[in-house]
């Protein structure tokens, strides 16, 4: 049956007597490619153009086909050791088949191509939907934020999580999701997990509390004094040459034991010196390069690992899942670790980080997640005989406020209007509140609390209430300030009857939980900072 794409060509021997005409099927493997590429196509040439292609039909990629070349030339014995013939029509198979298949197959193919992921919450609830196969972590945590309905404030991040290794990362905004995924191994625990992360560009915000002066070297005419700006510029210019120095402890390859060396970060890798605090280049040994390699957090330095601290850290070269190609490394105290694992990813990703962190605000400019008729809302005053439009914000802000606490005295008495005096109710009316936001976590005892905060970034302001585990009858704030995670007893103070809350020993009072976290949010008080980021968890 192939043998009729073949016949021998009329021209003269010496020139083109002995090849072979181009059989038919090159031939229109080559119009199809030509009319793809200039967007023709018409029911005559029997090809129709690129906007008419069904995108259902069922197509085999160039590798394929290279696959069943391998077979078909490949087999040159049988299984009695005699000689087969080569298959006689290689060009069929051949590189230019597959280059013309690559340009007339795959631009839509590839398009129309998915695959399911599984993205995993705090909680362990799960979700699997069908992506595309160029689909980014930008695009994954868009889709969750619209299917689970949430704000999206562009803290929303997606995580890559070897359990079997006991570390995790940020996937980077603009990271392929399916290429991250195609690097695990079938018979690991691998996840995808989808929370806030209000760390994740907060460094280009306030980059010298990412930064210690001491632990930054920068060959400029600055005399070391340099100001934000000036500073993440020198790790987005790739002709700059900042340098992060410090020490670490590192785990010995194929031992147990860590031992503390003076390391030093610079763009062409990770190097330690074998002479105390030397830089010289003769005392500096290679460690790693990031070109093929990701940084990771160990999620239990000292269980898993045997760290001397919490705050571990590892580079793993991508191509590789196993524990000892891990370059284990543990810092004193979380900052440190903050300005290695910050700086590492500045250096792998350069201005791709940035375009990540304006991006957002570029497209909320130009369309907003919101519908017009959204945007198009007002305030409006309904209190006298006519409407009327209330064009001040300062007015709007004042009666939303008014409204709120109107509707929350309104709940309360609703709540306590029983038989029951309101003053004896008001606790129970007050629980029934506050238990409904999203910054309470009941049932949370001190470690998960910090461990839930660090999840969502150590920056100033992220916050969470939850119940007291020493003292029933009281609450707890735990909030972050300096990359530490700190907790307030909440106290209830009874005064001729009626119960309030307080954080600073009955002199500032609050009527309920709500009221105390608003006020916070709007005041620092005797809190370190305001309340401005709250840990919440969703069920996917």
């Not at 493997?29 to 793809?36: E, G, M, N, Y």
């Not at 001491?214 to 340098?243: D, K, R, Y």
């Not at 006298?384 to 606490?405: C, Q, T, Y």
């Not at 910054?439 to 470690?447: A, G, I, N, V």
Request: hydrophobic residues 35%; contains cysteine.
């Amino acid at each position: 049956m192939l043998k009729s794409c073949l016949r021998r060509s009329p021209h003269p021997a010496g020139h083109m007597s002995d090849a072979l005409e181009e059989p038919p099927v090159l031939r229109r493997l080559r119009r199809k490619a030509a009319a793809f590429r200039t967007g023709g196509g018409s029911e005559e040439s029997g090809f129709p153009g690129p906007s008419c292609i069904p995108l259902e039909e069922t197509l085999l990629p160039p590798h394929t086909l290279s696959g069943q070349t391998t077979q078909l030339t490949g087999c040159r014995r049988s299984k009695e050791g005699e000689e087969v013939l080569d298959d006689p029509f290689p060009e069929l198979f051949s590189s230019t088949v597959s280059s013309l298949v690559s340009g007339c197959l795959l631009p839509w193919t590839k398009t129309c191509m998915t695959q399911v992921i599984k993205v995993f919450h705090e909680d362990n609830t799960s979700r699997a939907v069908e992506v595309p196969s160029d689909i980014t972590a930008r695009d994954v945590c868009q889709l969750f934020v619209l299917k689970n309905h949430c704000i999206d404030d562009r803290s929303w991040t997606l995580f890559e999580q070897l359990s079997h290794l006991g570390i995790e990362r940020t996937i980077e905004d603009h990271e392929s999701v399916i290429e991250v995924q195609s690097s695990w191994s079938m018979d690991t625990d691998s996840r995808l997990y989808f929370r806030k992360n209000y760390a994740k560009y907060e460094f280009f915000k306030k980059t010298l509390d990412f930064f210690p002066e001491h632990m930054v070297s920068i060959s400029s005419e600055t005399n070391g004094i340099m100001n934000h700006s000036q500073l993440i510029q020198t790790f987005l210019n790739a002709s700059s040459c900042p340098e992060i120095h410090g020490f670490l402890h590192a785990k010995e390859q194929g031992k147990k034991s860590w031992k503390k060396f003076y390391f030093v970060l610079r763009r062409s890798g990770l190097y330690f010196s074998n002479k105390g605090t030397s830089k010289e280049p003769r005392h500096l040994q290679f460690v790693a390069e990031f070109s093929d390699s990701d940084v990771y957090s160990l999620l239990s330095a000292r269980k898993m690992h045997g760290a001397p601290t919490e705050y571990g850290f590892c580079i793993k070269p991508n191509k590789s899942g196993s524990p000892r190609d891990l370059k284990l490394l543990c810092a004193d105290e979380e900052h440190i670790r903050t300005c290695w694992v910050t700086a590492i990813r500045l250096f792998k990703h350069g201005m791709q980080l940035y375009q990540n962190f304006i991006q957002p605000h570029q497209k909320q400019k130009t369309s907003p997640m919101r519908s017009i008729s959204e945007n198009s809302l007002v305030a409006m005053d309904f209190s006298g005989h006519k409407s009327r439009v209330i064009e001040n914000p300062s007015e709007a802000l004042s009666v939303a406020v008014e409204e709120g606490l109107s509707w929350r005295r309104k709940s309360c008495h609703r709540l306590s209007s029983h038989g029951s005096p309101s003053a004896s109710q008001s606790p129970a009316a007050n629980l029934g509140l506050h238990r409904a936001q999203p910054w309470f976590h009941s049932k949370l005892s001190r470690d998960e609390a910090h461990r839930l905060i660090a999840q969502h970034g150590l920056i100033d302001g992220v916050f969470l209430l939850r119940d007291s585990q020493s003292n029933p009858k009281t609450f707890v704030l735990s909030l972050c300030h300096t990359q530490r995670v700190k907790h307030f007893q909440i106290l209830p103070v009874e005064d001729e009857g009626e119960l309030f809350f307080s954080l600073d020993d009955g002199q500032t009072r609050f009527t309920d939980l709500i009221q105390l976290v608003e006020f916070y949010q709007l005041n620092k008080g005797v809190l370190p900072c305001k309340l401005k980021h709250h840990c919440v968890r969703i069920t996917l």
